[in-house]
Structure formats: structure tokens, C-alpha cells
């Protein structure tokens, strides 16, 4: 059985550059969210879609990022244009009801 | 800030010691759950425990849970060199699915 697959796993890129992380939620999951981990600021939440729909996204620092779910087994966050303080590892994670989330192993994301 | 704070920040012990962590956390919760993460890998989920519950067993974790002082433990009993691990409290307050974590706490389990 899958899990919540993410890629790039790396990705490294020069500030300005449009970034775009990829998830493949488990199959049969219809809600996903986007966090983002630093030292500084430990695992925050980004947004979070249901049914492809998103709820919140309270959490996305600036208009620079951006998510989306075009349908219920991929979703999209891009950053454009990057700076280095976006450098953090992002993960996706899914679930369904009220089970527990599942989460990918991450995207580690260094703009220099 | 929402975020629970784990204690401590880092633990050290040998193997077959028991380990504890501690979760202080500030709004009223429905659920406290616990999650390990490896490093470079993903949050995997471990328990989870009801703001009715006081205490919750799964194999060799054990977790309390006091809502009066807004506060949880997570005990790995038996620690092995596989435990080593940050562990992570995380909590429903802001949301069912709108789950605040904290800090974490890193373990690490020496042979």
C-alpha cells in the first residue's frame, strides 16, 4: 500500500525561481495538507484542502505561495518567486474521517 | 503562538532505559496525539489519546493525559537503539483537523 508520495525529494534553486512541490495523497484519502518544518519555527501548518476544496490556508505566510488540488490524487504548492528564507523541508500529508494523518517524507528545499 | 512545548528539548539514555517526554499545551483539546519522526523521513503517527481518557496503552508507549494542567507524557519503556527518534506531541485545539505541534523532543538511544 503507498503511502503520501512527494517529490522532488531535493530540490535546490537560486532566489527568484518559481518552485513547485508535488504530492500524491493515499488513495481513498480526501483531505491533504501542506506543512512546512524549520528549526526556528518547528512543523506549521499551511493549508489544508477536503474534498480538493480548500479550508484554511491561514497558514501560508504570503502571496508568493500558492496551493492547489486539481483532483483528489495530486496537489501542487508553489512559491514564486522564492527567497532564501523559504528554505525548509515541506511535507504533505492525507487522511480520511477521523483517522490519523499520514505524511510523505518531506521536500527539502534550499534557496540560495 | 498555539504551539505545545515538549521537554525536554533532547534526551540521551541507554538502551533498555525507560524514556519520558512531557507535552505542555495551551487551548482546551477533543484529542492529544503523538508522532515520531526519523530522521529525513515523515511524521508517522503513534497514539492518540481523548481529552475523556487519563491514560492509553499501545505495546511499549504508554501516554497520560492531564487536560486540568494542559499537559501530556509519552513513556517508551524498554528503549531500544530503533526508538532514537524526535518525538512530537500535536493537538486538535484550533480545529479537528487543524493540528498544532510541538516543538519536539529528540531521543536519542545509546547501544
Known amino acids: 500500500d503507498a503511502g503520501v508520495i512527494q517529490s522532488p525529494r531535493h530540490e535546490v534553486t537560486e532566489m527568484g525561481q518559481e518552485v513547485t512541490l508535488r504530492c500524491k495523497p493515499i488513495?481513498?484519502?480526501?483531505?491533504l495538507f501542506w506543512y512546512r518544518q524549520t528549526m526556528m519555527r518547528g512543523l506549521e501548518l499551511l493549508i489544508y484542502f477536503n474534498n480538493n476544496v480548500p479550508i484554511d490556508d491561514s497558514g501560508m505566510p504570503e502571496d508568493r505561495f500558492s496551493a492547489k488540488m486539481p483532483n483528489a490524487s495530486f496537489s501542487t504548492l508553489k512559491i514564486q518567486p522564492s527567497e532564501p528564507r523559504d528554505s525548509a523541508v515541506y511535507f504533505c500529508?492525507?487522511?480520511?474521517?477521523?483517522?490519523?494523518?499520514?505524511f510523505g517524507d518531506g521536500t527539502r528545499l534550499s534557496i540560495l | 503562538s498555539q504551539q505545545g512545548e515538549e521537554d525536554p528539548q533532547a534526551l540521551s539514555i541507554q538502551e533498555g532505559e525507560n524514556a519520558t517526554m512531557n507535552c505542555s499545551y495551551k487551548t482546551s483539546i477533543n484529542n492529544l496525539q503523538w508522532y515520531r519522526q526519523n530522521s529525513g523521513r515523515g511524521l508517522v503517527h503513534l497514539i492518540l489519546i481523548r481529552s475523556n481518557e487519563r491514560e492509553k496503552h499501545s505495546g511499549r508507549l504508554r501516554v497520560t493525559l492531564d487536560t486540568s494542567k494542559k499537559s501530556s507524557s509519552l513513556l517508551i519503556t524498554a528503549s531500544r537503539a530503533a526508538d532514537t527518534a524526535s518525538y512530537f506531541c500535536a493537538t486538535d485545539g484550533e480545529g479537528a483537523q487543524k493540528l498544532v505541534f510541538g516543538q519536539g523532543t529528540r531521543l536519542t538511544i545509546n547501544p
Open positions: 488513495s481513498g484519502h480526501n483531505s
Open positions: 500529508a492525507s487522511t480520511t474521517g477521523n483517522q490519523p494523518q499520514h
